[in-house]
């Protein structure tokens, strides 16, 4: 009876553990930082640069992609008013290519309410790739809350 109890748990955990290692892994970049992540064996950097100063709580932004091969500028905008707090960039860790690693997917604002993204980073050669077929994803109805 011990056995099969331990046998279950171990069971649980490791269907957990897969569940998570495979899931979405969703979140927003701050405004105008720059960050490092590693994408399989390479480290790239994000740069965000809101120009709030011009535009006031919204307007363009950019997204600054550095990888071992260079930088990359990509347009975005953001939203930073009082109701809603949408940022010029979200990552998510997601098997684009295919080869059981998680790349490293850029999402940007889009069409009204909702964010798109048609550049990942590949864990495979560090690089940035353009998509076969754009993706799309509604937004949060709640105060920019993932």
Partial sequence: MKNAGVVV?????????VSLWL????????YDAKQTFKVGK??????TKSFSITSGDNGPAEVI??????DTT???????DLFSDLRPAYL???DVDHDWYRDLVIWKL???RGLEATEFISSV????HVMRMQRQRPLADAFGVW
């Fill in 9 to 17: 748990v171990v069971s649980l955990c490791a269907v957990l553990g």
């Fill in 23 to 30: 899931g979405e892994h969703f979140r927003a970049l701050e």
């Fill in 42 to 47: 390479h480290r790239i950097a994000i740069e």
């Fill in 65 to 70: 992609v550095s990888c071992h091969d260079g």
């Fill in 74 to 80: 990509m347009k975005s905008s953001f939203n930073a």
């Fill in 92 to 94: 998510s860790w997601e």
């Fill in 110 to 112: 889009g069409s009204i």
């Fill in 125 to 128: 050669d560090g690089q940035l």
